[in-house]
């Protein structure tokens, strides 16, 4: 799933930025409904809760990097919105929702829970979990995770192959600046 075409431009960008305009507006609309009656707010209720706000920003910030042409930085907005999206489907296979959602109230993390099955709440086993219902989590899960961490993206990304040649090589650093060497 490389989302970048030729030069390092992101393509897939007119139908993308639609969807998540759409999902911006469901994301308030059920941001207003979970929390409408507060008195009926419960632990597992502030899972969801808390992931809304946090999905906006992420795309707010993804569409601010798009617009930028910072794949840089846009690319492990999509982990993190993963990374929440897995955060709420861990309630789902607990017994007691509400016990899990206390339990990351009080700050520990899901894999010190046990789904109903026994099996700890890894983040491997929701990625799998995830991906029985939606194939392409397990490459939606990689492919950011390497621009999370320092790795070939970031090595290749960096030269810039059209305007190096023998005994020369040319960089590209943020917005578009080349640079050459050697």
């Known amino acids: 799933m490389n989302p970048t075409g030729k030069g390092g431009k992101l393509i897939w960008l007119g139908a993308g930025v639609k969807t998540l305009a759409r999902y911006t507006t469901e994301h308030y609309e059920l941001l207003g409904e979970a929390t409408a009656n507060p008195s009926k707010v419960y632990p597992k209720d502030h899972v969801v809760i808390a992931t809304l706000p946090r999905s906006l920003a992420n795309i707010d910030g993804f569409l601010s990097m798009i617009e930028q042409g910072n794949k840089f930085c ?10 929440s999206l897995m955060r709420v489907l861990a309630c789902t296979p607990v017994d007691d929702t509400s016990a899990f959602g206390q339990h990351l109230l009080q700050g520990e ?8 099955s026994g099996k700890q709440l890894r983040e491997t086993y929701l990625k799998d979990k995830l991906a029985e219902k939606h194939e392409p989590v397990d490459e939606v899960y990689e492919y950011p995770s390497g621009y999370v961490h320092l790795s ?10 059209e305007q190096s040649r023998k005994g020369r090589t040319a960089f590209i650093f943020a917005r578009g600046i080349v640079n050459s060497c050697g």
């Open 74 to 83: 846009a690319i492990p907005i999509t982990r993190s919105q993963l990374g």
């Open 109 to 116: 993390s899901p894999s010190k829970f046990k789904d109903r």
């Open 152 to 161: 070939n993206h970031h090595l290749m990304a960096a030269l810039n192959r």
